[in-house]
């Protein structure tokens, strides 16, 4: 028998990783995190952390340490749908807003506050396989740049790196819900581009590009057009990109007045749900569930997980119950929050024009606030959009 020296292996020490690190650490059981990457470094992300996820940073106590980076606050979405603009508050009492922070920022501040609890952080790691030991996952390998391999072991080993996950390749997880990459977009950063407190997203047929305040007083801009056009628009992302705005005249103003202070990145995201967990393994945020970022609930997705899946990794290991049903909780919880959000998203990704019956609520939410802000808290993450396209709430909004 293997002797585990850890409770628990982070493979990822991103978004989703960290803090399953910082809360299994915080629980008391003995973590190693490893990342290939060292901290703090950029990652291609849309950055958006909305209400929900703002929520899990104070129930952590960061969120101030988040505010202190002097990233701004965003209290007001704007959907401008070419006919008309449906503007609202992403928010709750509790939680009226949402930020964007660099990933330079936001993930060296969550590697910093799983080590402040007590993991052990080692970056600059690249793990190259999993340990299998009698069909159960054991440990990993891997090394460190220019170092020898070498095998670590623990009790549970959970994967927290990415849509590419090596846990998830190594343990070969079944995979459903699939949908094929929708769209591709590119962003860059700006500066002279205000946006007082507001997320901006403009769509039109094939279109479409979003604004968004974030640290230092720079804007992420994105722009996006779908996943068929990839190849003959790469040739020319900048020009593609700019035409984007072309179809938006006064946000083209506003952008001829601003300064672009990096280089283009982005790619083309697959979707799917990946079946999180097996004897001694999990998987956590987009290792085990991927799509579009097109409403960028990547980062609260993965606070979200992190949590339930720390919770469950809990029950198991305190002997409640065992490793599968607790870890079969643990799917069962994320899926049902997740799949409404992901048919929503993917079905936006593929920008096209919305069919007659949703043109017509479209045009009836906007004017209204309360419907407006109801609208805005499905792209927030804060309602699901099973509650508001439901047939009685649809029916009030076209009878107001």
Known sequence: MTKNVYDAIVVGARCAGSPTAMLLARAGYRVLVVDRATFPSDTISTHLVHPPGVAALRRWGLLEQVKGTGCPPIHTYAFDLGPFTIAGSPGTDTEPVSYCPRRTVLDKLLVDAAAAAGAEIREGFTVSDVVVENGRVTGIQGHTRNGPTMTEHARVVVGADGWQSVVAKAVQTDQYHDQPRLQSSYYTYFSGLPMDGRFEVYLRPERG????????????VIAGWPYAEFEANKTDIEGNYHK??????????????????????GMALPNFFRRPFGPGWALVGDAGYNKDFITAQGISDAFRDAELCVSAIAEAFSGVCSFEVAMARYQSARDQRALPMYEFTTQLAKLEPPPPEMAQLLGAIQGNREAMDAFVRVNAGVTSPVEFFSEENVGRILSA
């Open 209 to 220: 590009f979003a604004a968004i305040p974030t640290n230092d007083d720079l804007t992420l």
């Open 244 to 265: 984007t705005f072309a179809l938006v005249p006064a946000f083209v103003e506003r952008i001829r007045a601003a300064r672009r202070e990096a280089r283009f990145v």
